[in-house]
């Protein structure tokens, strides 16, 4: 699996936060596997509009195959100027836990 956050301000910060993220992601992980999951957090300052979790949540939404998994939850961050972030994270069901404690591949 693979997790990320990207961050941005501006117009378009929404968008450019979720692909900053999936970038970070698309190097460690193919985003294209069946059968992936994904969840995403999204943190907006008190000047987020709901249209801005539906877009960056269609961006990550779009990255990934059709038949993944995603969940996401959102909230306002009081202290968040005008950054919005969106953290990312993919797991694959390829993916399994190693005798080591970390993760390996099957």
């Known amino acids: 699996g693979a997790a990320a956050h990207g961050q941005a301000r501006g117009l378009t910060r929404a968008v450019d936060a979720a692909r900053l993220a999936l970038t970070t992601i698309a190097e460690r992980l193919s985003l294209r596997e069946p059968g992936l999951a994904a969840a995403i957090l999204l ?3 008190a000047n987020g509009a709901m249209q801005e979790i ?5 961006v990550v939404q779009d990255a990934l195959p059709g038949d993944a998994t995603i969940v996401f939850s959102s909230f306002v961050e009081e202290n968040a100027d005008d950054r919005f972030r969106v953290f990312v994270i993919v797991t694959s069901p390829f993916l399994t ?3 080591k404690g970390g993760v390996a591949d099957d």
């Not at 539906?54 to 269609?58: I, K, N, Q």
Request: charged residues 25%.
């Open 97 to 99: 836990v190693s005798d």
């Open 43 to 45: 943190t907006m300052p």
């Open 54 to 58: 539906r877009d960056a949540t269609v």
